[in-house]
């Protein structure tokens, strides 16, 4: 059973910046993902990358914004997070697929809040 432990949130003004980091116990499968969810809302796919390969995904609201990447020595994974805006607040989850269209392991999630 894979346990993931995510860390940076916390509060930052609109246009800041921001760094998440998720470690995972064990040698991801098949990828990583960030995932968010902000209040009132559904829990939506933010970023995601093929451990193996390295292909990415970001979706339309955080392009040229957000950057994935990963170290594989150290089983990690990041998201920069630039120029960041009011949308963007949410409780921000690291998830882990360990075979292509199921996430199987999360993370307990971590707060970001972007003030104006």
């Known amino acids: 059973q894979a346990q993931l432990v995510e860390s940076g949130g916390g509060l930052v003004q609109a246009g800041g910046s921001l760094r998440l980091s998720c470690t995972s116990s064990?040698?991801?499968?098949?990828?990583m993902a960030w995932f968010r969810q902000a209040p009132g809302k559904g829990r939506e796919l933010v970023s995601s990358i093929r451990w193996y390969g390295g292909d990415k995904y970001y979706d339309d609201s955080v392009k040229g914004r957000f950057t994935m990447s990963r170290d594989s020595a150290k089983k990690m994974v990041y998201l920069q997070m630039n120029n960041l805006i009011l949308e963007d607040t949410a409780v921000y989850y690291c998830?882990?697929?360990?075979?292509?269209?199921?996430?199987?392991?999360w993370g307990q999630g971590t707060q970001v809040t972007v003030s104006s």
């Open positions: 998830a882990r697929s360990d075979r292509k269209g199921s996430y199987d392991f």
């Open positions: 064990t040698t991801p499968v098949y990828a």
